[in-house]
């Protein structure tokens, strides 16, 4: 049995997930569903830079992906180093 963690009178509630500052973690402190939510963004942002890219302006499709892609897979990326190799290469 956990014990009752209080805050300003209210009680906290135990979770097997955590986010701080947009990086998930798990109770054991894997960082594989972090990794899967990054590939999910990166993905649907690559395919709006495709789809932009084929129906219009390739200087625009790149712009957007240096934008909202790139920085989307950099955030927090030093922090992924430590990560197995497995794991790496998922991300």
């Given at each position: 049995?956990?014990?009752?963690?209080?805050?300003?009178g209210?009680?906290?509630?135990?979770?097997?997930?955590?986010?701080?500052?947009?990086?998930?973690?798990?109770?054991?402190?894997?960082?594989?569903?972090?990794?899967?939510?990054?590939?999910?963004?990166?993905?649907?942002?690559?395919?709006?830079?495709?789809?932009?890219?084929?129906?219009?302006?390739?200087?625009?499709?790149?712009?957007?992906?240096?934008?909202?892609?790139?920085?989307?897979?950099?955030?927090?990326?030093?922090?992924?180093?430590?990560?197995?190799?497995?794991?790496?290469?998922?991300?």
């Amino acid at each position: 049995e956990l014990p009752d963690i209080r805050w300003g009178g209210d009680r906290i509630s135990y979770s097997n997930k955590a986010t701080y500052l947009g990086f998930g973690v798990n109770k054991t402190l894997t960082m594989g569903p972090h990794i899967q939510r990054l590939r999910r963004k990166a993905a649907t942002l690559s395919r709006v830079c495709k789809a932009l890219n084929f129906a219009s302006n390739y200087q625009v499709a790149i712009r957007l992906y240096k934008q909202l892609v790139r920085p989307t897979l950099e955030y927090a990326a030093l922090t992924l180093r430590s990560l197995p190799v497995t794991h790496q290469r998922r991300y």
